[in-house]
């Protein structure tokens, strides 16, 4: 009887403990170089004044490369200032010519994604190529879609503007997302881009943190940069994230998103 007892024990406990080791989470496969535990890409958009103002110098300081998706228009107000950020390693995409967004915003309206054709925004995105080649002597290969939005059209006409990114571009990057991105399943033309206007330091450091366990790639979008005000990337939270992806015992891997995007399509290969 007692040996019958034993044997029951020993089954429940052999139970118990595979079921345990089944819903612990493994460790994330090394994908990243290195040994790094987790990719970041900070990228900004629209070319505000503020981001060769204050956020390239800073970046600098840290030898950190980041992602500017600019406008034309706003390029041209700080010419040297961005060709300066070229020389320096950080990267251009592509944001439009008119940042077209859908007419539900108010400024929007005159550039409506509602009244965009695929022929219409393909022509943009041509053309606002060739003006950044001939402005800062480069072609970009990234793009981030205006507001996140990935239409044209309205009702039965609406038509998703994805593939034209992808045969465009390397990359196209989203807006107010939730998560960041699988290296081994995401699509790059569909890249996940995670809020960090108004953020603290503390808000960002979890997101990294739990990227690390998958080995995920975590793409952080902003607009201006300073010490406060609306779609602002906080000067003291970049500060901080600088010093802590700079850090090798944090095992960050931090690099501008066609670089990462880069390293990613040969690993798939």
Request: hydrophobic letters at 40%.
């Amino acid at each position: 009887m007692k040996s019958l007892f034993y044997l029951l024990s020993l089954v429940i406990l052999l139970t118990i403990t595979h079921l345990s080791a089944a819903q612990t989470p493994s460790a994330a496969p090394a994908f990243w170089p290195e040994g790094k535990r987790v990719a970041l890409s900070l990228s900004f958009d629209d070319a505000r004044l503020s981001q060769v103002d204050v956020g390239t110098k800073l970046f600098d300081k840290y030898g950190v490369k980041a992602t500017f998706f600019v406008l034309t228009s706003s390029v041209s107000k700080r010419l040297d200032a961005w060709k300066q950020a070229i020389a320096n390693g950080h990267e251009i995409g592509n944001h439009t010519e008119q940042h077209p967004c859908s007419g539900n915003f108010p400024w929007a309206k005159p550039k409506a994604l509602e009244e965009y054709t695929l022929d219409k925004m393909k022509s943009e995105l041509i053309r606002t190529n060739k003006a950044l080649e001939a402005q800062l002597g480069i072609t970009p290969k990234v793009f981030a879609y205006p507001c996140g939005q990935t239409f044209v059209g309205r009702g039965m006409n609406t038509k998703s503007y994805i593939p034209l990114i992808a045969e465009l571009f390397s990359v196209g990057r989203g807006w107010l997302d939730e998560g960041p991105n699988d290296p081994t399943f995401c699509d790059m033309a569909q890249l996940t881009g995670m809020e960090m206007d108004g953020k603290e330091f503390e808000q960002i450091l979890p997101i990294i943190e739990n990227a690390k366990k998958t080995g995920h790639w975590v793409v952080l979008a902003g607009h201006e940069v300073g010490e406060s005000g609306n779609q602002t990337a906080r000067v003291a939270m970049l500060r901080k994230l600088c010093e802590y992806a700079q850090n090798p015992a944090n095992g960050v891997w931090i690099a501008p998103i066609g670089t990462v995007a880069k390293y990613v399509q040969e690993k798939r290969k």
